[in-house]
C-alpha cells in the first residue's frame, strides 16, 4: 500500500518564477492539506482540496492556489516566487474531509534563490 | 483561541535515558491530540494519537503518551531512548471547526542523544 508521494523531492527557482508541486495521496484517501514548513519551523497550513474544490485556507496570500484532480491527486502552484518561499513543503492526505488523522509525504524542498 | 505550547525547544539525553517532550494545548473542549517525529529533511510520521477512551495510549516505536485532561498536556514518553531517536518531535492538536477538522502544530522539540 503506496503511502503518500510527493515530486519532485527537491527544486531550485529563482525570485518572480512559478512553481507546481505535485502530490498523490495515500491509497483510499480523497483528502489532501498542503503545508509549509520553513527551517526550524512548525507546519504551517496551505489549504485543504476536498472533492476538487478548496475547502479550508490558512493564512497564505493568493500567490498560492492549488488544484485537486478526479484520482485525489493534487497540484500546488505558487506564482512570482520570493525568497521567502523557500521551505520544505508537504503534502498530508486523510481518510475524509472530516477525518482525525493526516498522513503526511516526504516533502518537496523549495529553494528561491 | 486555540493554541499549542511545547515548551521545550532542544532537549538532550544519553542513550538508554528515559526521555519525556511536554505539550501543552489551550481549547475549551477535548482536543484530538497527535504526535508526529520529523527526522532531518524528512516528512512528519505519525507516533501516536488521541482521540477518547484511555488516556494513556501506546505508538510505535516505544513510544506512549497520556492525556491530562486537568493539566491541558499530553507529554510523549519513552523509557528508554535509542541514538535513532534523535528527530524534531512535533504536538499537534485537531478540533472541529464546522464541518472540518483543523490541526493547529507547536513549534517542534529537537532531541539529541548522546552516545
Known amino acids: 500500500d503506496a503511502g503518500v508521494t510527493q515530486s519532485p523531492t527537491h527544486l531550485i527557482k529563482t525570485r518572480g518564477q512559478q512553481v507546481t508541486l505535485r502530490c498523490s495521496p495515500k491509497s483510499g484517501h480523497d483528502t489532501v492539506s498542503w503545508y509549509q514548513q520553513a527551517l526550524g519551523q512548525g507546519p504551517q497550513f496551505i489549504f485543504q482540496y476536498y472533492e476538487e474544490e478548496e475547502r479550508q485556507r490558512g493564512n497564505f496570500p493568493d500567490r498560492f492556489s492549488g488544484h485537486q484532480f478526479p484520482n485525489y491527486s493534487s497540484e500546488l502552484n505558487v506564482n512570482a516566487l520570493l525568497l521567502g518561499d523557500s521551505a520544505l513543503y508537504l503534502c498530508?492526505?486523510?481518510?475524509?474531509?472530516?477525518?482525525?488523522?493526516?498522513?503526511f509525504g516526504p516533502g518537496t524542498r523549495l529553494t528561491v534563490l | 483561541a486555540q493554541s499549542v505550547t511545547q515548551p521545550d525547544i532542544h532537549i538532550t539525553v544519553s542513550e538508554g535515558a528515559s526521555l519525556e517532550l511536554r505539550c501543552n494545548y489551550s481549547y475549551g473542549a477535548t482536543p484530538y491530540l497527535f504526535w508526529y517525529v520529523q527526522s532531518p529533511g524528512q516528512g512528519l510520521q505519525l507516533l501516536l494519537k488521541y482521540f477518547s477512551g484511555d488516556t494513556l495510549v501506546q505508538g510505535i516505536k516505544g513510544f506512549e503518551a497520556e492525556f491530562k485532561r486537568s493539566q491541558s498536556s499530553f507529554n510523549l514518553r519513552k523509557p528508554s531512548v535509542h541514538w535513532s531517536d534523535a528527530a524534531e518531535y512535533f504536538c499537534a492538536v485537531g478540533f472541529n471547526a464546522g464541518n472540518n477538522r483543523k490541526l493547529i502544530w507547536g513549534l517542534g522539540t529537537s532531541l539529541a542523544v548522546n552516545p
Open positions: 498530508a492526505s486523510s481518510l475524509s474531509l472530516g477525518a482525525d488523522t493526516q498522513y
